[in-house]
């Protein structure tokens, strides 16, 4: 079931990466993270209610969600804000390969050859998906951005991989419920550092037509984050991380199937190599 939940994930995630991306341009960051607050809370509450956990396991999972609030949530609202989404959204895909790392390191996690062969093939399939379709001088002028992305690479890899060590412990519905909460501090900092205020973020709600986008992606990302950690909490990180970052490839699937368009001989690749890597993954996973 973590093969699976994963990969309802990625379609999650390029459901939501899509809308976001017309958005970027209509909210701070900080607006964007107060959304997904408050989609958590609607959701991941009632979800990990109805699923049921233990309530003794909130303590010890609150300091790992606040952890994750900041670093795989608030932080790459943050990222992606800076320079070229297109440039940045590619690096940033990468942090498969450091949650791997991390999870080896930190997890101790050991897998087959062919695990590590097909993870491969996945990795490499979302990075050429992901590669945008120009890059001109001037957007690698300001190269800061590119640090940026990599730094949000590792945070996410290595809060994802903390995260996983306490919900083996726990439970996949205690980690959302404490994020859900942990997410309400996070977004009214993150909020006040920008100098947005919950009245300005009231009257962006007056106008939610004009905000649709904005506020679909917000849902979708929440409701990936449960399929991700559903998959932590069933499978290896190792196997789950790069399967729910293989969204780039479904992202060209969607934008085939509905806005008709036609996919670049690369994409066509790299979409080809995610499903050579999900299919192996899935076929030789014990």
Do not use: C
């Not at 300001?142 to 060590?165: E, R």
């Amino acid at each position: 079931m973590g093969i699976v939940y994963a990969l309802l994930s990625s379609v999650f995630f390029a459901l939501g990466f899509t809308s976001l991306k017309k958005s970027f341009k209509e909210f701070p960051p900080s607006v964007r993270f107060f959304f997904d607050m408050i989609f958590g809370l609607l959701i991941w509450i009632p979800f990990s209610l109805i699923i049921g956990f233990d309530f003794s396991d909130i303590l010890q999972v609150l300091p790992y969600a606040l952890i994750s609030a900041i670093l795989s949530e608030a932080f790459i609202f943050y990222i992606l804000s800076k320079g070229e989404l297109s440039i940045t959204g590619t690096i940033f895909a990468s942090y498969p390969v450091y949650t791997i790392l991390f999870a080896v390191i930190l997890l101790g996690e050991r897998l087959q050859l062919l695990h590590w062969i097909f993870i491969f093939i996945t990795i490499v399939g979302t990075t050429i998906a992901s590669l945008p379709k120009k890059i001109t001088k001037e957007e690698l002028k300001g190269k800061k951005y590119i640090l940026w992305a990599i730094a949000g690479a590792l945070a996410v890899g290595l809060s994802d991989t903390i995260s996983k060590g306490v919900i083996d412990k726990t439970s996949a519905a205690a980690f959302l419920f404490s994020l859900a909460l942990m997410q309400i501090p996070i977004s009214l900092i993150y909020l006040r550092l920008e100098k947005e205020t919950p009245r300005h973020i009231l009257k962006f709600a007056k106008d939610i037509g004009k905000y649709k986008y904005a506020i679909m992606g917000s849902l979708l990302n929440v409701l990936g984050l449960v399929g991700l950690w559903l998959a932590f909490e069933n499978t290896y990180a190792s196997i789950a991380s790069p399967l729910t970052a293989a969204y780039p490839g479904i992202m060209i699937i969607l934008a085939i199937l509905w806005l008709k368009e036609k996919p670049r001989l690369i994409e066509i690749i790299g979409l080809g190599l995610i499903m050579i890597g999900v299919i192996g993954v899935s076929y030789f996973y014990i």
